[in-house]
């Protein structure tokens, strides 16, 4: 599996809490269609087949991360 970017590993937290990609273009100030190209390197770097797939790879890589954020 290939290294993500930090802009990569941000949206991938945010796919992961459930954001869709609408949602993350409006929090990072970036255009929806600039989030859907990062989604699409994202799922060709982890090899991931839907959005399921980022969630799920990135809960595994950072667990602490997710479920400290998801108890607050």
Do not use: C, Y
């Not at 273009?25 to 797939?53: G, M, P, Q, W």
């Amino acid at each position: 599996m290939k290294q993500l970017t930090k802009q990569e590993n941000k949206i991938a937290e945010l796919v992961a809490f459930g954001f869709s990609e609408k949602e993350i273009a409006s929090k990072l100030f970036i255009a929806e269609s600039t989030v859907h190209t990062h989604t699409k390197n994202i799922r060709k770097k982890i090899d991931a087949r839907s959005a399921v797939d980022v969630a799920r790879v990135f809960i595994i890589e950072n667990p602490a991360k997710f479920f400290l954020a998801s108890l607050f």
